[in-house]
């Protein structure tokens, strides 16, 4: 269905929130998944400022294996960080994709210096993942990118250990697979994470579980499935919360659609760049690369994570503190 929009509200967001946001979660499933959960390990939401700091911890700390799936690479420091951790024995393996500009100057440098490269083309999108797995004990997921100027957005990133690792780790043998030719990417429900058409069905559940409260963070939000859901969302009594990136293509129609229908949206300031794709609805809620939009939920390859229990709540406490800053 086709949806007008216009312009709507007039809250501000800044990333003042997000330069110092550090909590310690647990992550768990969607009563919806396909597959059963292993046991909730524990998770921590770090905000895009950090992930340079934590990305480059990680690497350092790496002792047997380092797996990136990264859209966008072109920091610096860690591609240093990647050379330093081969020369030093590490398995270093970087999937990227291949259209990404600053990735492709990066997959050169890393080729030179003997680092394992492959990318992952993705026919009409693009590989969109943002993983980092670590020594199969370690995992960064979300929605930061690693690029030259990735950590000054407004966006998070989840870091987790325990059983759930080896779920990504899974995600990112297949992907690194059909980098190589062989197969196709990960696609479905790997434990607590999703990719591909899964997401959509899944952000819709998380909407449909919700009682009090639903926050969603938007870069973009032109996905019809997902507004029609925070609409009927807000029919029934949920108070629902848009941080919208106001510059993004679609936000003015999307806005104006949401407020028409019962949503409550606030209009992101312009610098900071906001990049999340955070949804936050009380009991569960999701994170990772997918933009709540048409490209990512059919034809990217994209992978987030379905957080509950204590994980979700915290997640959407910070939603809720990101959307009342400066409001």
Known sequence: MAHSRAVATTAVLTASVLLAALWSVTVASASTRAAPLVPEPDATVVSAPLVATTTLGLLASARHSVELEMYELGDPGVVAALEAAHRRGVAVRVVTDPTERESRASDAELSRAGVAVRTLAVRGGIDHVKLLVVDD????????????????????????????????????????????GSGAPASGVVGPFVTGRSIEPEMLAVVAHATGQCMVLANYLTDYGVQDALAAAARRGVAVTVVLNPTAYGASGAASWLVRHGVHVERARDEPYLHAKILACGAMAMIGSANFSYDAMTVNHEL?????????????????????ADA
Do not use: K
Not at 156 to 170: I, K, P, Y
Not at 307 to 320: E, M
């Open 304 to 324: 987030d994570v379905v957080l509950d229990g204590g994980a979700a709540a915290t997640l959407d406490a910070f939603a809720a503190q990101v959307a009342r």
């Open 137 to 180: 004990s370690r995992v960064l997921v979300g929605g930061v990118n690693l690029g030259s100027a990735s950590f000054a957005t407004t966006d998070a990133d989840v870091e987790l250990s325990g059983a759930a690792v080896g779920d990504a780790a899974a995600v990112f043998a297949r992907d690194w697979a059909a980098a190589g």
